[in-house]
């Protein structure tokens, strides 16, 4: 009996959903502890963190770089608002790459325009107001659609925006599988089975 009870519970542990749901429309304040790192033309590496400094707002504070972003994340193109925006502090010393990495927020970009049914909701892809930038997403937390890791590279200019979309993991569990309620269906008519026939 006891084999039985605990072969069911189990199963069930190993069927259940595990999957992290995220909340699609933050502010730049969620994203205060997110860990930035510069490296420049001479080799010279910096890393900072953000920091809220406002409602809604955020920046770091580098010595070589600053990097701030208020309102929400998604950027918003008639409004001008959510656009990160970068300054290089040493201009003699050009910028050679940016990381920027969520992971220990539990946030994530979400770069996938697929609407409202994607996990992270409608998502915007990294796009910035000059010409020759790369944004390479790494990391992945849900396969092609959320990233931890943002690495920008190509011709940078002292002082550029950009846009990209983040969302942040919500507190809200995941509602159980059908298979899982059957599973345990399965277990529990298992148990009055054996009862019965004992």
């Known amino acids: 009996m006891k084999k039985?009870?605990?072969?069911?519970?189990?199963?069930?542990?190993a069927s259940a959903n595990a999957s992290a749901s995220f909340i699609d429309v933050i502010t730049a304040d969620q994203l205060a502890g997110a860990e930035i790192t510069v490296t420049?033309?001479?080799?010279?590496?910096?890393?900072?963190v953000f920091e809220v400094v406002d409602t809604e707002a955020v920046e770091t504070g580098a010595?070589?770089?600053?990097?701030?972003?208020?309102?929400e994340t998604f950027g918003e193109f008639a409004t001008g608002e959510g656009f990160w925006s970068f300054t290089n502090n040493f201009s003699a010393n050009p910028v050679t790459s940016i990381v920027i990495d969520l992971l220990s927020i539990d946030a994530v970009f979400d770069?996938?325009?697929?609407?409202?049914?994607?996990?992270?909701?409608?998502?915007?892809?990294?796009?910035?107001n000059i010409a020759g930038l790369l944004g390479v997403f790494t990391n992945a937390v849900v396969d092609g659609e959320l990233f931890n890791t943002l690495t920008i590279t190509g011709a940078f200019e002292d002082s550029f925006l950009f846009a990209v979309d983040t969302d942040i993991e919500s507190d809200v569990t995941g509602v159980?599988?059908?298979?899982?309620?059957s599973l345990i269906m399965l277990v529990l008519g298992g148990l009055v089975v054996r009862r019965n026939k004992a």
Do not use: K, N, Q, W
């Open 4 to 13: 039985f009870i605990i072969a069911g519970v189990l199963m069930v542990l």
């Open 40 to 48: 420049f033309d001479s080799g010279f590496t910096e890393t900072s």
């Open 63 to 71: 010595d070589s770089f600053s990097l701030s972003l208020a309102g």
């Open 111 to 128: 770069p996938v325009f697929d609407g409202v049914d994607g996990p992270g909701g409608a998502g915007r892809d990294f796009v910035a």
């Open 176 to 181: 159980p599988a059908p298979a899982v309620f």
